[in-house]
């Protein structure tokens, strides 16, 4: 579980102590003056994911297995779909997308830096008549029916959807492991600017594999078992497109194929990862073990380095140990655009995609964290290759050039809006250009306007 406030081992009994404690979300000093935080909507148990549906509509997944749909800030009454979950840990139903459906599949080269303007634009979400294919990711129960026990399975089902009836005609396009234990199952899903389905997985607390850079060098070629990696699918093919990172090297390779699906690897486990409007390119949070909470420049093949590696390589005895690393043809190591030396608790990350903020905040970072319900804000520099801290100077306190929150002083320095003590899981642009934050253990959600 590592850096996480037993994420979602203990909800009850902190659910009982938010309600004692609970004096609800502020904006930080810097920008008090400027923004006001509402709460939406509220009545939610332990949601996990959102997606904005249109102007006026939310659905929401909660951990249970029960989609809600939240309208106009009110949920109704009865979920529009309720799944079989193991919902022990970090298990359940975890991760949403959605997409229009007759959308097809995009060319897009997403290595091109010149790729502009990616963002939804808020006339991307038709009226409530629309037609979507809905993504879930979750922890299905498999019931054996000889001996009544159950294995499970996180897999993503696409389902069908439209004027707001319930979700039909379940589909399974993924079938991804959920052993040996109950947490970094990850769940996080993303149309990506190219229409293909992103997905997360952590390690599963199983770091035997080459995918978390682990076996020895006669074990290299040990088959991946589709843990610690960002998988990449054509959800209406339910197959790999052929420009994946790997897919020329292993698709015909019977041992290593799997590879062909995977977009990244190495990674712990993660909550978040959202697209640069911009660039196109995918930044990711993952989590670290004890120290090194990151996020990260995702680009294809990109090797996140655990169990090697969790923040810079300045502070891993330096480059040399990138030679310890399980590679494959396409893969490559970066260091993290920021880390923070105690870990945060990291969940989502979000792409402000609004001009309702101003220059300062459009097209610019948000991350959650569930150890202390704070909700950060970063520029990004003016080439989108990492964070902006040239506003963080060297010789004054709490300086990030080293991008490394390494105290309290520089963690405040971050620190947009904190006081979410129901602790982040999930942060959106909504379809009004206004930032919703969705609440885990009080569930709620919130708009910042």
Do not use: C
Not at 195 to 205: E, M, R, S
Not at 277 to 282: G, Q, Y
Not at 377 to 386: I, L, T
Request: net charge negative; proline share 5%.
């Amino acid at each position: 579980m590592g850096s996480f406030l037993a994420y979602y081992a203990i909800p009850t009994i902190i659910a009982n102590v938010m309600d004692l404690l609970d004096t609800g979300p502020s904006i930080q000093n810097q920008h008090d003056n400027k923004f006001t935080i509402s709460l939406f909507a509220e009545g939610l148990s332990f949601p996990t994911s959102m997606e904005f549906v249109d102007n006026k509509t939310i659905m929401v997944l909660e951990k249970n297995g029960d989609v809600r749909l939240v309208s106009n800030g009110t949920m109704q009454k009865e979920p529009i779909l309720s799944v079989d979950v193991d919902n022990e840990a970090e298990r359940g139903l975890l991760g949403i997308a959605m997409l229009k459906n007759n959308t097809n599949a995009s060319n897009i080269n997403l290595t091109d830096s010149n790729v502009k303007n990616f963002a939804p634009s808020n006339s991307e979400f038709d009226p409530v008549d629309s037609n979507y294919s809905v993504f879930l990711y979750f922890t299905e129960k498999i019931k054996n029916p000889v001996d009544n026990n159950h294995t499970v399975h996180n897999r993503i089902y696409e389902y069908s959807w439209s004027s707001h009836q319930n979700l039909e005609n379940p589909r399974m396009i993924m079938d991804l492991p959920a052993e040996l234990g109950p947490y970094h199952n990850g769940g996080k899903l993303k149309i990506g600017p190219d229409n293909h389905l992103y997905a997360i997985i952590g390690d599963l607390v199983t770091i035997n594999n080459t995918l978390q850079n682990r076996p020895d060098e006669s074990n290299r070629t040990t088959v991946p078992n589709n843990s610690s990696v960002i998988i990449r699918i054509d959800p209406l093919k339910e197959s790999p497109p052929n420009d994946n990172p790997f897919y020329k090297h292993y698709n015909n390779d019977s041992k290593l194929k799997s590879l062909s699906y995977y977009y990244a690897y190495g990674i712990r486990n993660s909550f978040g990862f959202d697209f640069d409007p911009v660039t196109a390119k995918l930044w990711d949070t993952e989590n670290g073990e004890d120290k090194y909470d990151e996020v990260n420049i995702a680009e294809p093949g990109f090797n996140s380095g655990w169990y090697k590696i969790m923040g810079p390589l300045s502070r891993n005895n330096g480059s040399g140990i990138t030679s310890e690393l399980v590679k494959f043809n396409g893969s490559h190591y970066s260091d993290p655009v920021l880390s923070w030396f105690n870990p945060i608790g990291i969940t989502d990350i979000e792409f402000f995609k609004s001009s309702k903020f101003g220059k300062e905040f459009e097209n610019n970072v948000f991350v959650g964290d569930i150890n202390n319900g704070n909700l950060y804000f970063f520029k990004v520099n003016a080439n989108r290759s990492g964070i902006d801290t040239s506003k963080f100077r060297d010789n004054e306190s709490g300086h990030l050039g080293d991008k490394v929150v390494d105290n309290k002083t520089e963690l405040e320095r971050v620190i947009f809006a904190n006081g979410f003590d129901g602790r982040i899981t999930d942060i959106e642009t909504g379809t009004d250009g206004y930032l919703y934050i969705l609440t885990y253990f009080d569930g709620r959600i919130y708009r910042i306007s």
